[in-house]
C-alpha cells in the first residue's frame, strides 16, 4: 500500500520510513544550542585566548585578524557535549574555517593547535 510523505511529499510504500528533513531537525538543535548565553561568552574567551588571530595564520608565521570566527573542530551536530570545550574549539580566519568546513584541513592539526593554545597557562 502506498501513501503520500508529509516529509518530502513523495509516495513511498506504508513501510518505508522517509528521513527527509532529519537534516533540517538536526540543525534546528544545532542552532538552538550556539543562540545561548554561555557559547556567546565561550566564543569570546576564545578569541581573547587566541588573542583575536587566526590559528593557522599564526602557526605558519602570518598575522590574521580580521574576519576571526570560532570553528568547532568536532561538529556539535556529531558531539553537542563539545559545545564548550575550549579544546575544541579554534580560531580561524573565514578562509581557513571553510577549509576545515570542508575537511581540507586536518582534524588532528587543529586540535594540536587548540591544545597549544590551552596548555599555554
Known amino acids: 500500500m502506498l501513501k503520500s510523505c508529509s516529509r518530502c511529499g513523495k509516495i ?9 528533513g532529519q537534516d533540517i531537525l538536526r540543525n534546528r538543535e544545532e542552532r538552538k544550542l550556539r543562540s545561548k548565553y554561555a557559547w556567546t561568552q565561550k566564543s569570546e574567551e ?4 587566541a588573542n583575536h588571530l587566526c590559528e593557522v595564520c599564526r602557526d605558519e608565521g602570518r598575522i590574521s585578524y580580521e574576519n576571526i570566527e570560532v570553528h568547532h573542530i568536532i561538529k556539535v551536530r556529531n558531539d553537542s557535549s563539545l559545545l564548550l570545550d575550549n579544546y575544541n574549539l579554534v580560531c580561524l580566519c573565514q578562509e581557513h574555517h571553510k577549509q576545515a568546513d570542508k575537511g581540507k584541513i586536518d582534524v588532528d592539526y587543529l586540535l594540536e593547535l587548540a591544545k597549544k593554545r590551552e596548555d599555554v597557562d
Open 12 to 20: 513511498h510504500d506504508t513501510k518505508f520510513k522517509c528521513n527527509a
Open 46 to 49: 576564545i578569541r581573547e585566548r
